[in-house]
């Protein structure tokens, strides 16, 4: 006998993303198989954020588009937390306002979480305003499998591309941390809270979402402080074991170079439009 498919939504948290929060949300409603609900949660956005979300409503009413505000504190953890406790599905899925997930993703989604065990799964990313995406997407899942294997029982989840049982959520959500100081990677701390438990994080590669390398325009030094998140994490749960920090090497690795050929794409650019 098949496994039933669970329902599933989709929470967004947002936060002065009145650029990305369109083509995220168009990329969310046109699946193969549409989400059960989309929630967008909006974090005390000063831009048109709430405007952009509730044109979105209005044309497309079927789409069981909602908006909620997060308005009691400024960051990430408590306005993802506010999602993930207003959704109603089985299944939490979990992505950023740049994100842009694949028109299977839900239909993915569900074939995995048809497994019992599971508690939460993270997919690869493909970097749509990067050259040579179809590469990139390649080595980006290559690279997420090799962490997979080094991670042991410390799977990594990566909040542009993950989701989520709600039984598990709830199994962990007076746990996870608050994170008011903005130190700590805050889909790292969920997926150590879920293993903590003893709960299964899996990893699929049929779990596509693009989104933005916009991380690699930082400064050196704003860029240096987000990588070390995944230090500071592991660290908050007295984790000390180098090979978990495999993928902080490789992104301050990769960084200069691709951080210059942005650079300069972006001055071409600036200089292809003058010309017009």
């Not at 990067?130 to 290559?142: I, N, Q, S, T, V």
């Not at 903005?182 to 779990?207: F, R, T």
Request: hydrophobic share 45%; glycine share 4%; net charge negative.
């Amino acid at each position: 006998m098949t496994a039933a498919l669970p329902t599933v939504s989709i929470v967004i948290p947002a936060y002065n993303e009145e650029s990305t929060i369109r083509h995220c949300l168009l990329a969310a409603i046109h699946q193969t198989e549409p989400a059960d609900e989309i929630l967008v949660v909006d974090n005390r956005s000063t831009d048109a954020t709430r405007a952009a979300v509730e044109a979105m409503q209005a044309a497309f009413p079927q789409a069981g588009l909602r908006l909620i505000s997060q308005d009691d504190e400024q960051g990430i953890t408590p306005t993802r937390n506010a999602g993930f406790d207003a959704a109603r599905s089985e299944v939490i899925g979990r992505i950023d306002a740049d994100s842009a997930i694949e028109p299977d993703w839900v239909e993915q989604v569900r074939r995995v979480f048809t497994d019992p065990e599971l508690a939460a799964a993270s997919g690869p990313v493909e970097y749509y305003d990067m050259p040579l995406r179809g590469f990139g997407h390649h080595a980006d899942d290559e690279f997420r499998k090799l962490q997979v294997h080094l991670a042991g029982k410390f799977v990594f989840l990566f909040g542009s591309n993950m989701a989520i049982t709600r039984q598990a959520w709830l199994q962990v959500r007076d746990e996870v941390c608050p994170d008011r100081e903005d130190l700590m990677h805050e889909d790292l701390d969920l997926a150590v809270h879920l293993a903590l438990q003893g709960l299964k994080i899996g990893y699929a590669s049929a779990m596509v979402s693009g989104m933005s390398a916009r991380r690699l325009d930082d400064d050196p030094r704003d860029y240096r402080f987000y990588v070390e998140r995944f230090e500071r994490t592991y660290a908050a749960h007295d984790i000390h074991e180098l090979r978990l920090l495999t993928p902080m090497v490789v992104l301050l690795g990769i960084y200069p170079a691709l951080h210059l050929q942005r650079r300069l794409e972006a001055r071409l650019h600036a200089d292809r439009a003058l010309e017009v």
